[in-house]
DNA sequence: CGGCATCCGAAACGATACTG
DNA sequence: CAGTATCGTTTCGGATGCCG
């Protein structure tokens, strides 16, 4: 097995593992993304209404990367008031056996406090 | 498929992918994993030279949440000098499915810059 | 409605020095 | 050798207000 952790120039660690975090480590993206493969389309406010907790600013933040990184598609309907709705991407579908996953271990190993 | 996500009574999430996410989300802890379940054991050093850019602090820290956490087994031989060894633990070995899909997909999906 | 801008606090991360 | 302590920096998340 080849652990395939390299490091630059910089000391910088290369490291695909490390990548995938950077992904889907903000706190809410691996959320959203599961919402997202569940039902397959959502407005904004009704995603801020499924993550109660999350500020706006944030929400949309989080929206921003995961669609800059491919992972969700942005639909806006250029009327008045605006509509904007969000789905899963093609890519953001390759992410779904690593949710999966991170559903069991999380389901099995955790206390759940 | 149920999405496992719900919310405490102080709108905390309370969701196994994140669960899941803070036992793994350290910038090190899956490296560090990785490596120990590829080769077993590890001194302290032996890790640090592996983890070029970690610090003396953040590393001490990131495997202290490690074992508390039961991913990994700390042994402390009593000699002078001192010698400490870390390994995976029976736990930490249940994440290896997870690290693998992490491996996988960042590896398919990262253009590694 | 769906943002963006600004400011702020908390947490994560890091550099350095010291210790048994 | 394998840490801990202290301090500083950076990043992330949150509160609030403004805008088309």
């Given at each position: 097995?080849?652990?395939?952790?390299?490091?630059?120039?910089?000391?910088?660690?290369?490291?695909?593992?490390?990548?995938?975090?950077?992904?889907?480590?903000?706190?809410?993206?691996?959320?959203i993304l599961?919402?997202?493969?569940?039902?397959?389309?959502?407005?904004?406010?009704?995603?801020?209404?499924?993550?109660?907790?999350?500020?706006?600013?944030?929400?949309?933040?989080?929206?921003?990367?995961?669609?800059?990184?491919?992972?969700?598609?942005?639909?806006?309907?250029?009327?008045?008031?605006?509509?904007?709705?969000?789905?899963?991407?093609?890519?953001?579908?390759?992410?779904?056996?690593?949710?999966?996953?991170?559903?069991?271990?999380?389901?099995?190993?955790?206390?759940?406090?």
């Amino acid at each position: 097995m080849d652990n395939n952790v390299t490091v630059d120039d910089k000391g910088k660690l290369k490291c695909s593992i490390e990548y995938t975090l950077q992904k889907i480590g903000g706190k809410w993206k691996t959320v959203i993304l599961w919402h997202l493969s569940v039902e397959g389309t959502y407005r904004y406010n009704e995603l801020r209404r499924l993550l109660p907790g999350v500020t706006h600013k944030v929400l949309s933040q989080q929206l921003k990367e995961l669609e800059a990184d491919g992972l969700i598609n942005r639909k806006q309907y250029n009327e008045m008031p605006p509509k904007v709705e969000y789905s899963i991407s093609e890519r953001g579908i390759t992410l779904m056996p690593l949710l999966q996953e991170m559903h069991k271990w999380g389901t099995e190993n955790g206390e759940m406090n």
